[in-house]
């Protein structure tokens, strides 16, 4: 029986592990342990595989998304529009700015911020889109950008689970996930596609100025030494993080197709099995599968679920409860009519183990366990 996880770091660290051991060393060597050397060379391999002017290194991805919100100025009273159902970072760091987070819908089929949903909210005080690419899918970013255009809003992409995909334009140009907005933010963190041995996080942006602005909001919003001209936070890329960031980078592509790979053999699998929707991959960008995960249509999911635990195959459910029912968020707008499909989502998604490591005979165990269940 294979042992199963949802994540198997050993597994690919083994393979470039002398690679790793070296970078690491090189930093405790050299003891650059702040703003070192390889912090300066990610940022622009990063910017380089990305496509984008600017990278910005920062200790994690919610970090990340604050540092772009700050850098924006917005007026107190601006209202923030975000998908009800993802992470809850995005939602957070709009809380703590004493901005307004507003719930949108999410899409059934692609779990990405509802196109309609957003068109609905839009108020005189809307001044953002935060769009999340969720579980590697890319939102419909022409439709975000022309409703941003249209109504003169910022977009900050949430691209913590996007990282390396890419979206084709209706004009044949393609761009990178996190590139198309004004600013796009993302996560090292231990579970992501490319990820450190730690927190880490990095903003990219095409914009100079707004660049300029992140930049020192994440060094204590310092110009020359010991001159503040903003209010900053301290959130920077550790070197030993961005030591690794550099290896694992240079095989971010492979990293993205092996779970690709992993997704086409689940789907082959369970495309058949009338209680479960596969995830659907949309035609104008391609999914890099942070998770692979599945809708149980019927109300099975638990009882699938806790047969799989039984036979010792992990599962998760991303995410059981969406933003706004959660205590903090509970007063910010939403109007429950409008958000069907987050609530519905939140009890029948199951993510399956999604990891660079996993083998055929793995995926086999998996599904037919999976096919197995519903057979009975
Ligand atoms: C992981 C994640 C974050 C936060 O990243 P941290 O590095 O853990 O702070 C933000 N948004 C989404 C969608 C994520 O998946």
């Known amino acids: 029986m294979p042992s199963l996880q949802m994540v198997d770091l050993i597994g690919q660290h083994a393979k470039i592990r002398t690679e790793l051991d070296e970078a690491i060393k090189g930093v405790i060597d050299n003891a650059s342990f702040i703003k070192g050397e390889d912090v300066k060379l990610f940022e622009s391999e990063l910017s380089q595989y990305l496509g984008v002017k600017n990278v910005i290194g920062c200790a994690n991805g919610t970090d990340a998304l604050q540092a772009a919100l700050m850098a924006l100025n917005l007026p107190s009273d601006s209202e923030i529009l975000v998908p009800d159902f993802t992470f809850i970072a995005t939602a957070e760091v709009i809380a703590l700015l004493g901005l307004t987070p507003v719930f949108i819908d999410v899409d059934k089929e692609t779990f990405n911020i509802s196109i309609e949903g957003i068109k609905k909210a839009i108020t005189p005080k809307t001044k953002c889109i935060f769009p999340v690419h969720m579980f590697g899918q890319p939102c419909d970013m022409e439709s975000i950008m022309n409703i941003a255009r249209e109504h003169n809003l910022y977009v900050i992409e949430d691209t913590a689970q996007g990282l390396g995909s890419d979206v084709k334009f209706s004009d044949g140009s393609v761009k990178k996930c996190g590139t198309i907005g004004d600013i796009g933010t993302t996560s090292f963190f ?157 009890d029948h998604v199951l993510s399956l183990p999604m990891h660079t490591e996993l083998s055929e005979d793995d995926i086999k165990f998996i599904t037919n366990h999976i096919i197995n269940f519903y057979r009975n």
């Not at 197709?257 to 699998?269: L, W």
């Not at 029912?325 to 987050?342: E, G």
Request: proline share 4%; charged share 15%.
């Open 190 to 346: 231990p579970s992501k596609n490319l990820s450190c041995m730690g927190d880490g996080g990095a903003i990219f942006t095409n914009n100079d100025e707004l660049a300029l602005k992140i930049a020192k909001i994440c060094n204590h919003g310092m110009g020359k030494q010991y001159t503040y001209e903003a209010v900053g936070m301290n959130s920077r890329l550790d070197t030993i993080q961005a030591a690794v960031l550099r290896v694992k980078l240079r095989h971010l592509d492979e990293y993205n197709a092996a779970r690709n790979q992993v997704a086409s053999s689940y789907s082959g699998a369970l495309n058949s099995i009338s209680q479960l929707s596969i995830p659907e991959t949309s035609a104008f960008a391609n999914h890099i599968f942070h998770q692979y995960t599945l809708i149980v249509k019927d109300n099975s999911r638990d009882d699938l679920q806790n047969y799989l635990i039984e036979h010792n195959i992990p599962t998760k459910v991303y995410y059981p409860i969406p933003f706004h029912a959660h205590a903090p968020y509970n007063n910010y707008p939403h109007n429950l009519a409008d958000l069907q499909n987050s609530i519905w989502l939140s």
